[in-house]
């Protein structure tokens, strides 16, 4: 979870857009919107996904690795764990 209040509300907000592209889609297929369109707001909110991703292990990186003084066993326990976490996103 992010310490700050500022990356509280930053990962707050994308989260609330996912949630209204994912609204929008769940309307659209109540509707009669053409598949392509379907899949362009589809295609958008694993964009979304990816950009939230992206600020969380940032902001995960930024609190551990640069917070205070982390020890070498912290830091490496940091690397480990986001190496781990990428390996098993980009299968």
């Known amino acids: 979870m992010p310490n700050s209040a500022e990356d509280k509300k ?40 990816n950009g939230l ?8 990186l930024k609190d551990t690795l640069l917070a205070g003084e982390p020890s070498l066993n912290e830091r490496t326990q940091c690397t480990d764990e986001i190496s781990g976490f990428i390996r098993s996103y980009l299968k």
């Open 10 to 49: 930053k990962v707050l907000a994308r989260i609330r857009r996912i949630g209204g592209q994912v609204e929008a889609l769940e309307r659209a297929l109540g509707s009669d919107v053409p598949c392509v369109a379907m899949l362009q707001q589809i295609a958008a909110i694993r964009g979304a996904a």
């Open 53 to 60: 991703m992206a600020e969380m292990m940032e902001i995960h």
